[in-house]
């Protein structure tokens, strides 16, 4: 029996379906440091759950530090330290360090959470990414926008998916963006050559140093787009062809990439470009699974739950490759207007039309409260053998599905 912390500092329901997949694991006790008090866990999870430790910081090595003190005491040691979001990557690897937990370092994560790092390693390797600076004023970024020329990114080094991200085409947008953005000696700003192209996500499992399993997203549109014009409802599409000839040069760097940022054990996500000469161009890479509803894209595509499935490669360093019988995809639903949803039209028609397609639905709901994220007020999954049958599908959700915001 093996004892397993797992960090949630808040209960997302995105965290709460990986919590409960590391719960449900056969052979392991969980323990849970969280900053959420007792009674706000799941009656059913509570039930799977050997010991629960509330702290004033999850987010933080010391914080988390200080649970994982008493949660040992509780289940007798641990042998496993488990968190899925984007912000604990770092304090989990240096507690694993600092602790004596397998699992990835702090340097790694390092390497993966700082987006600057992570593109110098990169070009060290001779692996293709957008160039880049940090920035600490407004002249280090006209002096790279002048070697660089426009458009370009401006965002955050430690960022997580497009947050935090602008586009600029002038200088001063530049200077907006610098602004807007704050930069100082000790908190840099990333600037960096916008790339044009498609853009793709490249999701993998590696075991020891290896890679032995990968999925291949396509975004439509773009997620910097999306961020930008806040009424797009936007898509995100599985193929089922995941080997296909057009996806052999991601395939041929993607692994020398997750190698030399140190990728060992675990479930990666790295958002890609191909650019309109067919090479490629590496964005950036997350150690730890994909969010906007990815992980269950993914699950749906192969017909097996791959919260499940991380939790197990984490605990047990296995992974069992699965089939992709089917190509799966995402209908992100976005409010028009600014407020509370007010109504939400074309539902009933989408689901007389392609119902039997619709795997998973989380319809926006009047009165509900505008997002605050690109997801959206909801989304419809669907799913089907055939590649075309699911984008065709997509396109109709999102030109005949409109969430009507109070103003």
């Not at 490629?280 to 890479?285: D, N, Q, R």
């Not at 039309?353 to 009165?367: I, N, S």
Request: aromatic share 8%; with cysteine; charged share 25%.
């Amino acid at each position: 029996m093996l004892n397993v912390a797992f960090v949630a500092p808040f209960y997302l329901p995105t965290t709460l379906r990986f919590l409960e997949a590391a719960a449900g694991l056969a052979d392991v006790r969980l323990g849970v440091v969280t900053q959420e008090p007792l009674e706000r866990t799941p009656a059913a999870l509570r039930q799977r759950i050997a010991a629960h430790v509330r702290v004033e910081d999850a987010l933080s090595a010391e914080g988390i530090h200080v649970g994982l003190r008493r949660l040992s005491a509780d289940l007798g040691g641990i042998d496993r330290l488990l968190g899925a979001l984007e912000e604990l990557q770092v304090p989990l690897g240096e507690l694993r360090d600092a602790l004596g937990f397998a699992g990835m370092g702090g340097a790694a994560a390092r390497n993966f959470r700082d987006k600057s790092l992570m593109k110098d390693v990169l070009r060290a390797h001779g692996l293709p990414c957008a160039r880049h600076a940090l920035v600490r004023d407004e002249d280090e970024a006209t002096a790279f926008s002048d070697a660089t020329g426009f458009p370009l990114i401006v965002k955050p080094p430690a960022g997580s998916g497009a947050r935090g991200t602008f586009r600029v085409e002038t200088s001063a947008q530049l200077r907006t963006a610098i602004a807007m953005s704050r930069p100082s000696g000790e908190r840099p700003t990333l600037v960096e050559e916008f790339v044009v192209g498609e853009e793709h996500s490249f999701d993998a499992v590696s075991i020891g140093g290896r890679l032995v399993w990968h999925s291949i997203n396509h975004y439509l549109p773009s997620p910097l787009e999306v961020l930008r014009e806040p009424w797009i409802q936007w898509c995100v599409l599985l193929p089922r062809e995941v080997d296909s000839p057009r996806y052999e040069e991601i395939r041929r760097v993607a692994g020398p990439a997750l190698d030399a940022l140190g990728m060992e054990t675990g479930l990666s996500h790295m958002e890609w470009f191909r650019r309109p000469d067919g090479s490629v161009a590496i964005s950036e890479v997350g150690a730890r699974p994909p969010g906007a509803q990815f992980v269950t894209l993914i699950s749906q595509a192969h017909d097996f739950d791959l919260y499940r499935a991380w939790a197990h490669l984490l605990v047990f360093d296995e992974f069992d490759p699965p089939p992709r019988p089917y190509a799966a995809g995402a209908a992100y639903l976005r409010g028009q207007g600014r407020g509370p949803v007010r109504r939400v039209a074309g539902i009933e028609e989408i689901a007389n039309d392609l119902g039997p397609l619709c795997v998973e639905w989380r319809l926006p709901r009047a009165g509900q409260a505008q997002s605050a994220s690109y997801e959206g007020e909801g989304y419809i999954i669907v799913r089907h053998p055939r590649t075309e049958v699911v984008e065709e599908a997509l396109g109709r959700i999102i030109t005949r599905v409109r969430v009507e915001l109070a103003k």
